[in-house]
C-alpha cells in the first residue's frame, strides 16, 4: 500500500466503498485481497478520526432565559 495525501471524508468514503466492492467480487488474489482489506481497516479508522474531530466541532445553541442563543460546546467539551 502506498502512502497517499489525506482524503476529503467524501473521498474516503467512496473509496472505502470501492475496496468493499473489490472484496465482495471475488476476484482478488489472496496477496491482494490481503492488501485492499488492510488499505480498508486504515482507511476505516482515518475517517473514524475525521467524524470524532468532527462531533468536537459541533456547537449546539441553547436559548438563555433572556431570549438570546449562546452557542455550547457539545457533550461539555469546552471551546
Known amino acids: 500500500m502506498t502512502t497517499h495525501a489525506p482524503l476529503s471524508f467524501d473521498d474516503g468514503l ?3 466503498e470501492a475496496l468493499v466492492q473489490q472484496l465482495e ?17 486504515l ?5 473514524q478520526n475525521q467524524l470524532v474531530e468532527a ?10 432565559l433572556g431570549g438570546e442563543y449562546r452557542a455550547e460546546p457539545l457533550d461539555g467539551d469546552s471551546l
Open 43 to 47: 482507511l476505516s479508522r482515518a475517517l
Open 55 to 64: 462531533q468536537r466541532k459541533v456547537l449546539v445553541l441553547r436559548q438563555s
Open 14 to 16: 467512496d473509496r472505502l
Open 25 to 41: 467480487g471475488g476476484q482478488l488474489s489472496l496477496e491482494e485481497a490481503l492488501l485492499r482489506y488492510e488499505e480498508g481497516v
